[in-house]
Every structure is written in structure tokens, then in C-alpha cells.
């Protein structure tokens, strides 16, 4: 992947003879060194590069999390990739959930080989440094309405792909946790008021924290959680290693918060196995 988005232009075109022609400004970032354009069957590096990178459809960011430029801010998507990037937040929202929720509610515990805290805290970061580069390239890789919001505020998401994300986000988690109770209702004796990897504080907290510690748990990590990515994602951030940053944050972040509200920092995650409980 480019290790920068294209910059503003500043140059010229050359002919046959290696003599300038006057032309718009133009020039491009490649690998961070700025490159004067020169036409390639008449056609500038910004639109042949366009022809070989995938077009996301997102601008949350200049890069995505799997370190690929966004598409110009003066090109339109198409309804097509609209909706694709649509079904990529539902897809990774879904694989969310279902991977981080079902570690909990079926491995966690399980007799004598049980993963416990720190495996369901790997199984989230998982899913989401896998969605990333999966899915990344296709809608940004948010998976979750806090990191959209966090985007739209930060000036790097547009408004009106706001809801429509956070839709997706939240079906995609109802779903996968009507997935995740159909597979868990196949066991026998299967309880889900005794857990199904709901949040919560009081009698709904594993360690019984209150009220006010779980939300100033929430609020601090999911403050730093979105610290991260939008530097993992910033173009001046290392190409193709955002995934891999945010995937280890939230397990960190993970470690910290399961005794206190078994870890939200994620609105659909949280909505999803709640419609069930």
C-alpha cells in the first residue's frame, strides 16, 4: 500500500523532448517524497494511481486502517460502493461480536481449558485487527458508532454517512448476537439471564463495580481507544500497520475493563447481546 494519500498538485508535464509545459499545478506524495507528475498515455499519476488502488468510499481519516488512501475529496462515490462500504460495517460489526462475545459466552469458562479474561481480551482484539484489514479497504473498518462519531467530530468522517453507518453497525451486532444465541441455546442448561456477555454495573458487573466507576471506565477508554486510531490512521502514521495498532489497544483495553463492565467502548456492542438478556 502508498505510504501517503496524494498531496496537493505542484508541477508540470513534460513532453518527448524533456521540456516543461505549462500546465495546473500538479505533484504527488509517494513513500513521503513529493514527485513532479508526468502524463503516462495522457493520463496524470493521480488518475493512474486511481486505477490501482480500490476506491474505498471513506474519507474517515485519509487512510484506513489497513493503510490505503482514501479517494479524493472531490470524487462522489457511487451509490454501488455506498452500499458496499455499508455491508462492510455490518460484516465487521457482526464479526465483532460474534467473535469477542462468543469467546466469552462459550470458551470462557469452559471446564478445565477455559480461556478467561485474557483469551476473551485477545478474541476482541482479533476480530477487530482482522475486520480492519479485511474490511478496511472497503468502508474504513469503524465497526463501532463511537469510532464514527469520534471520526465525524475529528473532521475526517462526512455527516451524512453517519447514520447510515451506525445503522449497519447495530444490525450487524443484533444479528451476530442472535447468531451467537442460537449456537449457545444448543447446549443443555444453557441460562442466558446467568450471562451472554451483556455490559453492566452492580449485580451486573463481574467484579460488582458501581455506577460510577463504570462510567468513568467507559468514558476513559473509549477516549483512548479513539486517540489511537485517529493516530494509527493519520498520514503521517507508519502504511499498513493502523490494524495492528487498534487490534492491540482495544485487547489492552480489554485487560483494564472486563472486571469493571465486561467492556463495552462500543455501542452496538453493547446493544446487540442486551436485546437478549
Known amino acids: 500500500p502508498f505510504a501517503h494519500c496524494l498531496d496537493s498538485f505542484h508541477g508540470h ?39 490501482l488502488i480500490p476506491f474505498t468510499g471513506n474519507k474517515a481519516g485519509g487512510i484506513n486502517p489497513a493503510g490505503l488512501c482514501s479517494p479524493p475529496p472531490h470524487q462522489s462515490p457511487s451509490q454501488e460502493l455506498i452500499m458496499r462500504s455499508y455491508l462492510a460495517e455490518f460484516i465487521g460489526t457482526f464479526w465483532l461480536v460474534l467473535g469477542g462475545c462468543g469467546s466469552a459466552v462459550l470458551a470462557a469458562a469452559f471446564p478445565e481449558l477455559g480461556i478467561g479474561f485474557t483469551g476473551v481480551s485477545l478474541a476482541f482484539g482479533l476480530t477487530v485487527l482482522t475486520g480492519a484489514y479485511a474490511l478496511g479497504p472497503i468502508s474504513g473498518g469503524h465497526f463501532n458508532p463511537a469510532v464514527s462519531f469520534g471520526l465525524w467530530a475529528g473532521g475526517r468522517f462526512p455527516a451524512s454517512q453517519l447514520l447510515p453507518y451506525v445503522i449497519a453497525q447495530v444490525v450487524g451486532a443484533v444479528v451476530a448476537a442472535a447468531v451467537l444465541f442460537v449456537i449457545a441455546s444448543g447446549q443443555a442448561g444453557f441460562d442466558v439471564q446467568s450471562g451472554f456477555a451483556s455490559n453492566g454495573y452492580g449485580e451486573h458487573s463481574p467484579g460488582k463495580y458501581g455506577l460510577g466507576a463504570a462510567l468513568v471506565c467507559e468514558v476513559a477508554l473509549t477516549f483512548m481507544f479513539l486517540i489511537v486510531i485517529l493516530g494509527a490512521t493519520h498520514k503521517r502514521a507508519p502504511a499498513g500497520f493502523g490494524g495492528l495498532a487498534i487490534g492491540l489497544c482495544l485487547t489492552l483495553i480489554h485487560l483494564i475493563s472486563i472486571p469493571v463492565t465486561n467492556t463495552s467502548v462500543n455501542p452496538a456492542r453493547s446493544t446487540g447481546p442486551a436485546l437478549f438478556v
Open 13 to 51: 508535464d513534460w513532453n518527448a523532448s524533456g521540456r516543461a509545459l505549462p500546465q495546473p499545478p500538479a505533484s504527488v506524495r509517494f513513500a513521503g517524497l513529493k514527485l513532479t507528475s508526468i502524463r503516462v498515455y495522457g493520463l496524470r499519476p493521480r488518475e493512474l494511481i486511481a486505477m
